[in-house]
């Protein structure tokens, strides 16, 4: 059974760093998508960036290009998200999620065993 649990939220200015991490176990896939989504309340969940295991390819949504970096630790089966240049609209609950061969890679519907998520709060 794959677990994912995320850790690393908090509260930032705006302008401020933020690195969230995502442990991952119970893979047993070759070749999947890890991916991180965002969601506050009242919305869809939103996905934020990803990346394909093994080869390391990255999509990011257009709103985190050049702000936000997703990476990986293999020894650690760990993923990350480092998040820089902190606006108040990033602030949301932020998870982490698996995919095998997801249709679109940041749709949060092709994704299954969700993180329980941990927030990120961004003031102005």
């Known amino acids: 059974q794959v677990q994912a649990v995320e850790s690393g939220g908090g509260s930032v200015q705006a302008g401020g760093s933020l690195r969230l991490s995502c442990a991952v176990s119970?893979?047993?896939?070759?070749?999947?998508?890890l991916a991180w989504f965002r969601q506050t309340p009242g919305k869809e969940r939103d996905g934020v960036a990803g990346?394909?295991?093994?080869?390391?390819?990255?999509v990011y949504a257009d709103s985190v290009k050049g702000r936000f970096t997703i990476s990986r630790d293999n020894r650690k089966n760990t993923l990350y998200l480092q998040m820089s240049g902190l606006k108040p609209e990033d602030t949301a609950m932020y998870y982490c999620a698996t995919a095998v061969n997801p249709r679109f890679v940041l749709g949060a519907t092709s994704y299954t065993d969700w993180g329980q998520g941990t927030q990120v709060t961004v003031s102005s």
């Open positions: 119970g893979l047993s896939y070759n070749y999947y998508w």
């Open positions: 990346m394909h295991i093994p080869n390391g390819g990255t």
